[in-house]
C-alpha cells in the first residue's frame, strides 16, 4: 500500500469513526436526561390551550375531593369541594413525569412521590418545589372543556 493509500484508509476510518460518535450523540440527546426526563413513558406533554372546546369529561366524573387524569390532553382535572372544579398540567414539576392519581385532596407524582393541593396545585410534598401550571377549564350544562 502505498504512503498516499494508507493516508486515504486512516481518514476514512477517522471520518467514520467520528459520524458514528456524532451520531450516537444526535441520539443520546434525543433521549433525554434532563431535568425534565422520567425515564419512562409516563410523560406528557402540556395541553394545547383552546383545544377546540372538546369536552374532556361529565362533571359527574370528576369525584368531588378527587380527580381525573387526562393523559392525552396532559391535564388533571379536580372537584376539591362539590361543584368547584380546577385543572392543573399533568406534567410533575419536579422531573416531568405524568401525575397518576388524585385522592382525598392530593394529587401524587408515582416517580418520585411529589404531591400536589387538589385545589391549589401548590407543592404538600416533595421534592418538587414549584406549583402544578393551573389550567383554564370552562364548566357548562354539566360538561367540562378546556377554555
Not at 486512516?10 to 450523540?25: F, P, S
Request: negative net charge.
Amino acid at each position: 500500500m502505498s504512503a498516499a493509500q494508507e493516508i486515504q484508509v486512516h481518514v476514512g476510518r477517522r471520518a467514520v469513526v467520528a459520524a458514528g460518535a456524532t451520531g450516537l450523540a444526535v441520539v443520546l440527546t434525543a433521549c433525554g436526561g434532563g431535568p425534565k426526563d422520567s425515564g419512562g413513558s409516563d410523560t406528557v406533554e402540556p395541553a394545547g390551550e383552546g383545544d377546540g372546546g372538546a369536552p374532556l369529561a361529565a362533571t359527574a366524573d370528576i369525584p368531588e375531593g378527587g380527580g381525573v387524569v387526562f393523559a392525552d390532553q396532559g391535564v388533571v382535572v379536580t372537584q376539591p369541594q362539590a361543584g368547584e372544579f380546577k385543572a392543573f398540567s399533568s406534567e410533575c414539576t419536579h422531573q416531568g413525569c405524568a401525575v397518576k392519581g388524585v385522592a382525598e385532596g392530593v394529587i401524587t407524582c408515582p416517580c418520585h412521590n411529589s404531591m400536589f393541593d387538589a385545589a391549589t396545585g401548590e407543592v404538600r410534598g416533595g421534592p418538587a418545589t414549584t406549583p402544578l401550571p393551573e389550567k383554564q377549564i370552562r364548566v357548562e350544562g354539566g360538561s367540562i372543556t378546556l377554555a
